[in-house]
Structures are given as C-alpha cells and as structure tokens.
C-alpha cells in the first residue's frame, strides 16, 4: 500500500512549506531555491509543475536529483532520513529536511550543501 502523500498534490505541501518558513522569517524565493536545487528542475519547469498540481510520486519522477542530496542526514520528525528505505519516501524527507534547516535558520550555502 502507498503512502497516502504520494498522490497529495505538491502544491499543497508547498504551500505549508511556504508558511512554515515565513513564520520564521525566512522567504518564498528561499524555499524555490532550496526545491531547484534538490530537484534539477528550472524555474519555468517548477512553475508549471505546481500550476498542474502534479502528485508528489510524478513530480520526484520527473526531477532530475542532485547527486549532492546523499549529504542530507539527520533526524526529522524523528525518523533518520538516511535511514528511509523506501526511495520516494526519502526523497520526501530529505526536502522536509531541507525546509527544516531553512526554518531553524541555517545559512543558504549550508543547506545546499555547498
């Protein structure tokens, strides 16, 4: 059985992530930069993604995912991302990872892992 996120829309989560990170002071341009980055895709690519609402499963499937992602590690919502069998689940967890970071505060060349 899939996880019910799996077939949730990304926009909608993307909204959440959105709120999350504003609420912390943190910005919009801040959460695309850190999605471009995981995901491969252009702005243009990811707008369109998001006006389509496409389903995370189709929207992970159609990135192209930066190779630099396996330095993502750590806990969310107490689970080990690295840990994460399931690859659609990781992937999942590695960007709430991401947008966690961001929300703490954590420098932008950091969390991309530059």
């Known amino acids: 059985m899939a996880h019910r996120i799996y077939t949730m ?8 992530y959105i709120a999350k990170v504003e609420r912390k002071g943190r910005t919009k341009a801040e959460v695309d930069e850190i999605i471009r980055w995981l995901t491969g895709f252009r702005q243009a690519e990811f707008d ?14 159609k990135a192209r995912l930066n190779p630099a992602r396996t330095g993502v590690t750590g806990l969310i919502c107490g689970i080990r991302v690295e ?32």
Request: glycine share 2%; charged share 30%.
């Open 9 to 16: 829309s990304f926009a909608s989560v993307y909204l959440l």
């Open 48 to 61: 369109a993604e998001i006006a389509a609402k496409t389903d995370f499963e189709t929207f992970f499937a």
């Open 83 to 114: 840990e994460v069998a399931e690859p659609l689940m990781r992937e999942i967890r590695i960007l709430d990872k991401l947008i966690d970071e961001l929300a703490k505060g954590r420098a932008m060349a950091k969390i991309l892992r530059a």
